[in-house]
């Protein structure tokens, strides 16, 4: 598909905003390079709804939304902040979880909007865990029922240009991923690039396919057998409750923002902010430790590597 103008609807639900917040903080690209157009190949892109950033509000504001519904903004991808609750409990209650604007004099829910901006959209992204797999307000005893565009969608869902929901988890999704997705997809609307290859959660394994373990500057230590006991000690994080060795996420190398930051690079624990089944168990609670197996595993690795390296020092070296 040959576009030049690629508009953005970006809905939020059950969130707080830190997603938003997390893209302003994006550097490279930043939220200016990709809607300011630096990225020759990626420009174009008009954020047209945005309830925190957008310039119109009140009625002026619905009016885009209104103008997606109806096909006069295409192509736009609809990007998704904060779970998606379930309205039929709120409903049995005489009430809402999400609303935003009305029409003819009665409320639209973040739903009614979803529902009607889907089947429009050319491709759809789940910016956090909130929006990709139910997040926060999923978690036990999740009362408003609340899903995330995942499980809302089901897997195999596919946009009318063809592509998958892509799910940008982290708990808020980090600013560069976010927008480094939103270049991608735009890229592959416009035929430049494939569509993102996912992983069993439809997150673009370009940023999700390592563990936050095999990203962290500590996995060292880890290999050495040396751990924090206490925080702010400078070792691995592992007895502390770390669940890096099974979470998925490149912030421990990457950094939060422009490089600065990023859970147990810093003396933080990882608590798996990037996984479906995030803040329930195994994540939680956030200091328990992470489930011995994966220590098994990694430790039956490194008895592999070490041998390995020990053969591999006393093969005879040409040079
Ligand atoms: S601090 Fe966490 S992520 Fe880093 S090496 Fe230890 S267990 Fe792995
Ligand atoms: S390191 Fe862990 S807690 Fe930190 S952003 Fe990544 S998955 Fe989330």
């Not at 739903?111 to 910016?127: P, Q, S, T, Y």
Request: net charge neutral; proline share 8%.
């Amino acid at each position: 598909m040959s576009v030049e103008k690629i508009n953005v609807i970006w809905l939020q639900g059950q969130g707080c905003t830190g997603c938003t917040v997390s893209l302003t903080g994006a550097t490279h690209p930043s939220l200016l390079d990709i809607l300011g157009g630096f990225l020759p190949q990626a420009s174009g892109i008009v954020l047209q709804y945005h309830p925190t950033i957008m310039l119109p509000h009140g009625e002026e504001a619905l009016k885009n939304l209104r103008a997606a519904v109806k096909g006069e903004l295409d192509p736009f991808v609809l990007v998704l902040e904060g779970a998606i609750p379930d309205e039929g409990k709120a409903g049995e209650m005489g009430g809402f979880w999400c609303m935003i604007g009305e029409e003819n004099g009665k409320f639209m829910t973040f739903n009614d909007w979803l529902k009607r901006l889907a089947e429009r959209a050319v491709a759809i992204v789940a910016v956090g865990t909130c929006a990709s797999y139910g997040g926060i307000p999923h978690g036990k005893p999740n009362p408003t029922g609340a899903k995330g565009a995942f499980q809302y969608f089901g897997k195999d869902w596919k946009s009318k240009a063809g592509l998958p929901v892509v799910c940008v988890p982290g708990c808020p999704a980090q600013g560069e991923h976010v927008a480094e997705t939103l270049a991608y997809l735009v890229l592959a609307v416009r035929g430049f690039l494939p569509p993102p290859a996912l992983d069993e959660y439809n997150r673009p394994l370009f940023l999700f396919d390592k563990k936050a373990h095999e990203n962290c500057p500590r996995a060292g230590l880890f290999a050495e057998g040396k751990y924090s006991e206490k925080f702010g000690e400078p070792y691995c994080m592992g007895l502390l409750g770390c669940k890096g060795p099974i979470a998925h996420c490149d912030i421990p190398r990457r950094g939060f923002v422009d490089g600065v930051g990023g859970c147990p690079t810093i003396g933080s624990i990882c608590i798996g902010c990037t996984e479906p089944e995030f803040p329930d168990e195994p994540f939680s609670p956030f200091f328990k430790k992470a489930p011995p197996s994966v220590y098994a595993v990694e430790a039956f690795h490194d008895i592999m590597g070490k041998i390995y390296a020990l053969l591999h020092r006393l093969k005879r070296r040409e040079i």
